[in-house]
């Protein structure tokens, strides 16, 4: 009776995953053959990120597929930026992301399966390379550093402004993670770019940098004039575009 249950438990869990799957959860991240990316190979779904057995070691328990980069980044910096951004820790949540997206592995290369005969190439645009100084800032060095464009609760509670808290610090810090969410893509039905939550008149951006006055350490907003600024009020504001958003 115990073996027929489990058995009967995982065709279940597996309906349910594949249910999913196919009402376009995944959608370009679902790399199998009838999946929408531009790239495709003959695992399903699931097994190109995940593996129940064998995965990649470190990886806070994510049963990771894919191999891992271990490429030296180039991150964001600024004269205006607090925090000091590090190199993603190794199986962190960026860590994985960028095991496809900085373009050094190839898609479908497994731990478990060794490397998938793929067809296809990623778009360009999702191949970000090593040098991400044109990206916004993650992996900071924790605890992070309040600021005065910064909302207040990052360091105080580790939280967002966001309500739903979609948008949210990954263990403290601010990951890829953080504001995309590799199994939906369609959130945000502008953008589909894997938002974790809407993001029209800019409230992903607004769940984490503040555009009321704010102080700190004599340091006043730069951005507490956005409402009144030709950023804000322009006629000729962009519209509305794929991968763009309505920000």
């Not at 005065?148 to 105080?156: A, C, E, G, K, R």
Request: some cysteine; aromatic content about 6%.
């Amino acid at each position: 009776m115990k073996r027929f249950l489990l058995i009967f438990g995982a065709l279940v869990l597996g309906s349910m995953c594949q249910a999913q799957i196919s009402g376009d959860v995944l959608g370009s991240h679902n790399l199998s053959f009838s999946g929408t990316s531009p790239v495709k190979g003959g695992l399903d779904p699931c097994l190109y990120c995940h593996v129940p057995h064998s995965g990649v070691q470190n990886t806070n328990g994510a049963l990771w597929s894919q191999t891992l980069s271990t490429q030296v980044y180039k991150t964001y910096g600024s004269t205006t930026l607090h925090n000091t951004t590090q190199q993603p820790m190794l199986g962190g949540d960026s860590s994985l992301c960028l095991s496809c997206h900085d373009g050094t592995v190839a898609v479908g290369q497994t731990q478990p399966y060794g490397q998938i005969q793929m067809s296809g190439n990623m778009y360009p645009a999702d191949k970000f390379g090593t040098d991400l100084q044109g990206s916004h800032p993650f992996s900071l060095k924790t605890p992070l550093v309040d600021a005065p464009d910064l909302v207040q609760s990052l360091t105080t509670s580790h939280t967002t402004a966001d309500p739903s808290q979609a948008v949210k610090l990954i263990n403290t810090d601010v990951e890829c993670t953080s504001c995309h969410s590799p199994h939906a893509q369609m959130i945000d039905q502008v953008s589909k770019n894997f938002l974790v939550r809407d993001s029209s008149s800019g409230q992903l951006c607004l769940s984490c940098h503040e555009v009321n006055p704010r102080m700190v350490n004599g340091q006043s907003n730069p951005l507490a004039q956005w409402s009144g600024s030709i950023h804000a009020i322009a006629g000729n504001a962009i519209a509305n575009a794929p991968m763009l958003g309505s920000y």
